[in-house]
């Protein structure tokens, strides 16, 4: 069974920059597409960005141009690369074994002044 662990979240000043990091156990990680979701305070969760086990990329419009999703299957590590930060960034962010139950514990990402 795969377990995902995030972490990188923090409290950011609008304009910064994060990096989130999602670590797998498991060798089986390099077989799977990977996804970050978010959830912000009285939202539902959403995805932000998506890689498949390939490496292609897909990314919602309201992060286009700013987030990157990227991973190190040698590190079985996954990760977001935040830029230009909003307050409307501001969430819970989830990895998930996407299209499976298997989701992290989150890690809450604030952007304030």
């Known amino acids: 069974q795969v377990q995902l662990v995030e972490s990188g979240g923090g409290l950011v000043q609008p304009g910064g920059s994060l990096r989130l990091s999602c670590a797998a156990s498991?060798?089986?990680?390099?077989?799977?597409?990977m996804a970050w979701y978010r959830q912000g305070p009285g939202n539902e969760r959403e995805l932000v960005a998506t890689i498949s086990r390939g490496g292609s990329t897909t990314s919602a419009d309201s992060v286009k141009g700013r987030f990157t999703i990227s991973r190190d299957n040698a590190k079985n590590t996954v990760y977001l690369q935040m830029n230009s930060l909003k307050p409307e960034d501001t969430a819970v962010y989830f990895c998930?074994?996407?299209?499976?139950?298997?989701w992290g514990q989150g890690t809450q990402v604030t952007v304030s002044s």
């Open positions: 498991g060798s089986i990680f390099r077989f799977y597409s």
């Open positions: 998930r074994v996407q299209n499976t139950a298997i």
